[in-house]
């Protein structure tokens, strides 16, 4: 198998730069944690108060659900928190969970970056495509298709290969045990919400941005990070963009320094509120302009990523 090449941070800075980049704090990340429900909770009181701004609220919860498992895929790393108890604890009870999974999965794409045992090349693998691809899998996203296929497919495709005879209490059974975290919430939620007249908050404001904010901007964010990369591509610095974001950007489809991805596949263990550092420091000692960076934004890596000719 070929592993992918890695960055030795040593051949880029003194020691003495290097230290605060690696070092992980014991509240920033718990902090983004705080961060993040807490505009998820503003999101909502919003609604209640001025139901009109429902779409709006849509598109902060889910850029915040995203801003969630940005969070995980830091505690995957063990960057989220400097002990490693707490970084797993929060990284599986306050994020969504399932980071034991995920874990297992994401090392192996860091692992084979743009090699041909990555598991994540066939993210990227198709591009770039053309412009009315991307807009089919966008109405996908945006209507709810692709989250539910991603979260009940495998439920779909048990009951169509289930037997004459057999069963379906066990497969059903088996599905609410697999959900079960998202099922308690979904209760929680709507138990709470009714002592105060929103019994309508967990489909409204959880289950409708989930299913369709958030499959979007976690596509548009998986295509700026690898479309249109080499696949077995040699250099290290050149496994993953970095994109500009903005505030707009940031506040809607790239929280949590998630744009930082480049830098985050150099050095895969610096928290990400230390990346916009370590994209300063890159800049100023000229290591940039070898890497795969674009300051357009992410509507020009959509532009490249959908060159393909109909």
């Known amino acids: ?27 920033k990340g718990l902090f983004l944690l705080a961060h993040a429900w807490a505009v998820i909770f503003a999101a909502g009181a919003m609604v209640v108060i001025w139901p009109l701004t429902l779409p709006l609220a849509v598109i902060i919860i889910g850029g915040r659900q995203l801003g969630l498992a940005i969070l995980m895929h830091d505690a995957a790393h063990g960057a989220l928190h400097g002990d490693l108890k707490l970084n797993d604890l929060a990284g599986e009870w306050l994020t969504g969970g399932g980071l034991a999974r995920y874990r297992t999965y994401h090392l192996g794409h860091h692992k084979f970056a743009q090699q041909a045992e990555d598991p994540d090349l066939v993210l990227s693998a198709p591009f770039p495509i053309t412009p009315l691809s ?4 966008m109405i996908r996203d945006l209507t709810g298709q692709t989250a539910f296929k991603q ?17 379906l209490l066990p497969i059903l059974a088996e599905e609410v045990r697999r959900k079960r975290r998202w099922l308690l919430g979904g209760v929680i939620i709507t138990a709470i919400g009714s002592l105060f007249g929103a019994w ?17 901007i976690t596509r548009l964010r998986n295509i700026a990070e690898h479309a249109c990369v080499a696949k077995d591509e040699p250099d290290p610095l050149r496994h993953a ?32 509120y230390n990346l916009p550092r370590a994209h300063r420091l890159l800049q100023k000692k000229g290591v940039i302009d070898g890497m795969l960076y674009e300051p357009g934004g992410y509507g020009a890596v959509l532009k490249l990523a959908t060159s393909k000719a109909a």
């Open 1 to 27: 198998m070929a592993v992918a090449a890695r960055v030795d941070p040593k051949t880029i800075f003194t020691p003495e730069e290097w230290a605060p980049l690696a070092r992980r704090s014991s509240w």
């Open 134 to 137: 991307l807009r089919r899998k």
């Open 151 to 167: 979260r009940f497919g495998d439920l779909i495709a048990r009951l169509k290969a289930r037997k004459p005879g057999q069963p």
């Open 200 to 216: 309508w908050a967990w489909p409204v404001l959880w289950v409708l941005p989930q299913f369709t904010w958030f499959p979007l």
């Open 241 to 272: 963009r970095t994109t500009h974001a903005g505030w707009l950007a940031r506040m809607t489809l790239a929280p949590y320094f998630v744009n930082y991805h480049c830098e985050h596949h150099m050095f895969m263990h610096v928290p990400c």
